[in-house]
């Protein structure tokens, strides 16, 4: 049983330490993320590319720009983050009630509204947030999707309407993509 045991963590670690930031997609599956209490899967939709540098100066897992664009210049683009729940947010409720009173804090005129629940690859129904951000003429819409000690944040943010709405079905394709993995042992 111990030699079961040290050769589990063995492969944990061995896991953690080659995907400590993201492991890059193969073109088949998608990229790996893990983190404190966290791993999951995306696969970048076909024309986009999914950037682990960059994310980490934004303090984000990843971000996603059309190929022949940057994540600077792009108008439309996504990003995945990662929000761990404690004692001021323990639930996704409180996660997403923060995201909303932060938001409204920066306009007067911008708005969130609900929209449809998103499914994932691993049949979790993501909860969906459309914000519009009046100062900036930006359109976002956000998918929390509620793990046992995060809640995982994909979003798409576009600085036009009629991109955003374009990019719409691409970033379903993202949200689409996106596993869940559950821990083999108890952290």
Known sequence: MRTLKRILWILI???????????????????????????FALKEPAGWIMDTEIAKSQNLQAVLYRKGSSWKNSVAVMYARVVHKDETQATVEKVISNDID??????????????????????????????????????????????????VILALSSRNQSEYEKTLPVFKALVGSYFFFTPLVSP
């Open 102 to 151: 932060d938001f409204l804090k920066l306009s007067k005129d911008s708005t969130v509204s609900s929209s449809a629940s998103l499914e994932t690859r691993d049949n979790k129904k993501g909860i969906v947030k459309i914000f519009y951000d009046a100062a900036n003429k930006n359109y976002e819409s956000v998918v929390f999707i509620d793990e046992p000690k995060v809640v």
């Open 13 to 39: 670690l061995f896991t953690i330490s080659i995907t400590a930031h993201a492991q890059k997609s193969d073109n088949t599956d998608g990229t790996i993320f893990v983190g404190p209490q966290f791993s």
